[in-house]
């Protein structure tokens, strides 16, 4: 069983705006720390943002800019990151991740124990 699976992803224009969600079906990982990763084909999995499980001090990495908003619901047991403004840089592949601490150290790939499928998101010019 999957213990995070994502969903919300989809074909946007630039400038566009989605909302993904991941719902996190593992309850042992349901109130500790929660990530969301990108990869684009031929680059490397990056760090996008990070929320802690009392949501507090969001982590984000320089590239969002101010454009990304990460929270969470923990009665629904899911993680959101709302995508706003988005590039054509911003096509890839997005994926949740819990570290499995009730706080987020950092927005290392290697910090992260469980992962879900990704859900993908693709902006046009």
């Known amino acids: 069983q999957v213990p995070l699976v994502e969903s919300g992803g989809g074909s946007v224009q630039t400038g566009g705006s989605l909302r993904l969600s991941c719902t996190i079906t593992a309850t042992t990982y349901s109130n500790k720390c929660a990530a969301w990763f990108r990869q684009a084909p031929g680059n490397e999995r990056e760090g996008v943002a990070a929320i802690s499980a009392t949501s507090l001090t969001p982590v984000y990495a320089e590239f969002v800019k101010g454009r990304f908003t990460i929270s969470r619901n923990n009665a629904k047991n899911t993680v959101y990151l709302e995508l706003n403004s988005l590039q054509p840089e911003d096509t890839a592949t997005y994926y949740c991740?819990?570290?499995?601490?009730?706080?987020?150290?950092?927005?290392?790939?290697?910090?992260?124990?469980?992962w879900g499928q990704g859900t993908q998101v693709t902006v046009s010019s």
């Open positions: 991740a819990t570290a499995g601490t009730d706080y987020c150290f950092s927005l290392l790939v290697a910090s992260y124990s469980f």
